[in-house]
C-alpha cells in the first residue's frame, strides 16, 4: 500500500473521478455527531426529539438536524493531507465529487466554501448515502455520464463495499485493523493509497482527560491544611481520594464542555489543539467517556468516602453538566455557577474529613473563585481565525 497520483484520465479519453469522502475523510470530524451538540447547546429542548426523529431513520434524523443547524465550513477541521492531495489531483486533471452521508445543506456549504468539488452527491430526505446506498449513488453518477473508472476517498469500515468497486482506494490515516480488513476484503485489482499517519485514539482519549484541568480540585485539599491533621494518614488518604473522585468527575464535565464548544475551542489558538475539536478523537468516543468518568467518580466516593462526600460529588457532577449545557461562562450566572461549584469542591474536602467548612475556609474559597472570574472575563477574547481557508482553485 502506498501513496500515489493519479493521471488525468482513465486511458480512454476519459477524465479521471475521484469521489472524496466528507466526515473523517475531508474533514477530521462526523458533523451530524458535532451538530447534534451544537442543537442541543442552542435549543436545549429539542433533545428529547433526537429519539423520535431516529424513528425517521437516519436520514430523517439528519434533515432535522440540519433544519435548525447551520454550519459554518471556515471552522470545520479540514485534513490538510486530504486537500493537498485532491488540489493536486485537481490540477492534473481529475474530476472531483464530494460523496457523503452528511446532510445535502451542509456538503453543499462545504463545497461552496472550497470551489474544489464538480458535484455533491449527499444524503436527502428518504437517502442515507453511506455504505451500499453510496455505493449505488456513485454508480448511477458514473453511468448517466459515461465514465468507467471511478476512484474513493474514504477512512472507515462502510466504505469497503465502495472501494472494492473502485479502480483506486485512497484511504485517510486508516487504523491496522483497517488495513487488516482492506488486505482481507479488497480484491487484488484494487490500488490502495494511504494518506496520513494512522490514528492513535487511546493517546488522544488519554489528553482529552486534562489532568491540567484537576488544579481547581485543590481546594479539595483546603480543609485538610488548615485542619492540622497533616500527620494523620487516614485523614490524608481520604482526602487524595476525595481529590481523584473530584478529578474523574471533572475530567467527565471537561469532555462534555468540549463537545459543546467544539466551534469556539477552533478559533482559538490553544484550544483549537484539544483531541476533539481537532479532530484526533473521534466524536463517538464522547458520550462513553463522560458516562465513564462519572461513574467511576461515583464509584470511588460512594466505596471509600462518607456519603456526605458523595452527595457533594453527585451536587457538583449535576450542576456542572447542567451549566456545560444551558450557561455561558461568560455571563453573570455563570460566574455565580462557578462559585457554587467551588463551594462544592470545599465541601468535598470537608465532608471526607468528617467536619464543616469554616467561615475562614469560605472567605478563602469566595475570594479566590471571583478573582478568578473576574480575571478571566477581564482578559481580551482570542481572536477568531478560521481553522482553514478557501484553497486556490
Same mark, same amino acid.
Given at each position: 500500500m502506498s501513496e500515489v497520483a493519479i493521471p488525468g484520465d482513465d486511458g480512454q479519453g476519459k477524465p479521471c473521478v475521484l469521489f472524496v469522502d466528507l466526515d473523517g475523510s475531508l474533514v477530521t470530524t462526523d458533523l451530524l455527531f458535532e451538530h447534534v451538540f451544537v442543537l442541543i447547546k442552542q435549543k436545549p429542548w429539542c433533545a428529547p426529539l433526537l429519539l423520535w426523529w431516529l424513528r425517521l431513520g437516519r436520514a430523517g434524523l439528519k434533515d432535522e438536524v440540519a433544519r435548525r443547524v447551520t454550519i459554518d465550513p471556515t471552522t470545520l477541521p479540514y485534513n490538510d493531507a486530504v486537500l493537498t492531495q485532491i488540489q493536486q489531483l485537481r490540477d492534473d486533471g481529475t474530476l472531483l465529487v464530494l460523496a457523503t452521508a452528511a446532510p445535502r445543506a451542509w456538503a453543499d456549504a462545504v463545497a461552496n466554501h472550497l470551489g474544489l468539488f464538480e458535484a455533491v452527491l449527499a444524503t436527502e430526505p428518504?437517502?442515507?448515502?453511506?455504505g451500499l446506498g453510496k455505493l449505488n449513488a456513485i454508480r448511477a453518477f458514473c453511468r448517466d455520464r459515461g465514465? @468507467?473508472?471511478l476512484d474513493y476517498l474514504g477512512d472507515a469500515a462502510p466504505d469497503i463495499v465502495i472501494w472494492s468497486n473502485a479502480r483506486r482506494a485512497y484511504v @485517510?490515516?486508516?487504523?491496522r485493523q483497517l488495513v487488516r480488513r482492506l488486505q482481507k476484503h479488497l480484491p487484488p485489482s484494487v490500488e490502495v493509497c494511504l494518506l496520513g499517519p494512522s490514528r492513535r485514539p487511546l493517546l488522544a482519549a488519554i489528553?482529552?482527560?486534562?489532568?491540567?484541568?484537576w488544579l481547581k480540585n485543590l481546594l479539595v485539599f483546603l480543609p485538610w491544611v488548615l485542619s492540622g491533621r497533616w500527620n494523620d494518614p487516614s485523614a490524608a488518604g481520604s482526602v487524595i481520594l476525595a481529590f481523584l473522585a473530584m478529578g474523574l468527575a471533572t475530567s467527565s464535565v471537561?469532555?462534555?464542555q468540549s463537545l459543546m464548544e467544539l466551534a469556539t475551542d477552533r478559533l482559538h489558538p490553544i484550544r483549537r489543539q484539544r483531541?476533539?475539536?481537532?479532530?484526533?478523537?473521534?466524536l463517538t468516543w464522547g458520550p462513553p467517556m463522560i458516562v465513564g468518568l462519572m461513574s467511576a467518580s461515583l464509584l470511588l466516593a460512594a466505596t471509600t468516602l462518607p456519603v456526605t462526600t458523595l452527595a457533594a460529588v453527585i451536587g457538583f457532577g449535576s450542576l456542572?453538566?447542567?451549566a456545560a449545557i444551558l450557561i455561558r461562562e461568560s455571563s453573570s450566572l455563570g460566574m455565580l455557577i462557578t462559585l457554587l461549584l467551588d463551594f462544592l469542591r470545599l465541601q468535598v474536602g470537608a465532608s471526607a474529613l468528617h467536619t464543616e467548612p469554616t467561615a475562614a475556609m469560605i472567605i478563602i474559597v469566595t475570594a479566590l473563585s471571583l478573582t478568578l472570574s473576574g480575571l478571566r472575563r477581564a482578559s481580551p477574547p482570542s481572536q477568531a481565525t478560521p481553522h482553514h481557508s478557501r484553497p486556490a482553485s
Open positions: 428518504g437517502r442515507n448515502l453511506k465514465l @468507467v473508472h @485517510v490515516s486508516p487504523s489528553n482529552a482527560l486534562e489532568p491540567a484541568g471537561g469532555i462534555l483531541s476533539f475539536a481537532s479532530g484526533q478523537l473521534p456542572a453538566m447542567m
